[in-house]
């Protein structure tokens, strides 16, 4: 369990200030609070989400603005329309339906790596497509990143990143040099969200539900993590990867990825598609 150390004081204010005079359970207390406050973390022994989905969608928006004002979009509409139905298609089944998934193809043939705002927006770089080999390893990636806002762990892990009160200052618009900032570190060499080890355990597991019940085979989920880790001993070996910053190959990754693969049925899971074909023509012909 992780706690927030620099924001207890400000939580329990918050708490304070809106729990008292009525005592229902505890949970429907915070539960009831994070819908409509910020700065909810492990209260009483629950985890909750950092911001309410209002926040949250805010927080996104400004700062997609700001990852499109410092990237350049892939200027291709087939391979940017084959990528959002990609991720319509995995969101659908997504239980967290109080957003709005978008997904967009950044150009930059150099960066492997992939990640969604909270909120719901998703970001692809040409240079992890062009390291995989089939579809479902690209659904595999998406589906993860889904996880993360269907698990609503941006407020987590980009508060304890950023600080509270940057979270603030960009969700209240107050601050554009807080919002430049954010961007920055986020897109830079190393730059990358932070989520917890219990995040990406959930991210990897719900993930991976999603590809499997749109049709994928599981299994490219662990493929797409062992070719990643190809790709970093081809550049070197020194886990560069900016995906790797918040995602690292670990044996104990695997082996629970492997795990998660065998909880679905051989019979099923063996019928089920690829599409490696289909990704050549549409992105790897393309891209090259
Ligand atoms: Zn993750």
């Known amino acids: 369990m992780r706690s927030y ?4 004081s400000r939580l329990s204010l918050l708490f304070l200030d809106h729990g008292l005079g009525k005592r229902p359970a505890k949970g429907v207390v915070t539960l009831a609070l994070c819908v409509t406050l910020a700065g ?23 700062v997609s603005a700001e990852v499109e004002k410092q ?5 291709n509409t087939e391979i940017q329309a084959y990528v959002r139905e990609i991720g319509q298609r995995l969101a659908s089944v997504s239980p967290r339906q109080d957003v709005k998934y978008t997904f967009k193809v950044i150009d930059a043939p150099d960066k492997v790596n992939a990640f969604a705002l909270p909120g719901g927006f998703m970001y692809v770089y040409t240079g992890l ?10 659904a595999g990636v998406m589906a993860h990143e889904i996880a993360h806002v269907a698990g609503r762990h941006h407020g987590e892990s980009m508060t304890r990143q950023f600080g509270y009160s940057l979270i603030m200052s960009i ?26 080890r219990d995040n990406e ?16 085979k599981p299994e490219a989920m662990l493929s797409v993590m062992q070719k990643l880790a190809d790709e970093d001993r081809r550049r070197g070996g020194t886990r ?3 995906i790797f910053a918040s995602h690292p190959p670990t044996e104990e ?6 795990e998660l693969i065998e909880q679905y049925p051989k019979e099923v899971r063996d019928r089920q598609p690829v599409y490696a074909e289909r990704y050549r023509q549409k992105v790897l012909d393309v891209l090259e």
């Open 40 to 62: 909810c973390a492990i209260f009483q022994g629950i985890q909750v989400s950092l911001l309410s989905t209002e926040q949250e969608i805010e927080l996104g928006q400004q």
């Open 201 to 216: 355990r959930e991210a990897d597991q719900l993930g991976m539900k999603f590809l499997f019940e749109t049709g994928y």
């Open 253 to 258: 990754r695997s082996q629970r990825l492997q």
């Open 5 to 8: 150390g620099a924001n207890d």
């Open 129 to 138: 497509m062009r390291v995989l080999e089939n579809e479902a390893e690209l």
């Open 171 to 196: 969700v209240l618009g107050e601050d554009p040099n807080a919002l430049a900032k954010l961007g920055t570190e986020l897109l830079g060499a190393t730059g990358a969200m932070y989520y917890s």
């Open 240 to 242: 560069s990867l900016p």
């Open 71 to 75: 990237e350049n979009l892939l200027d």
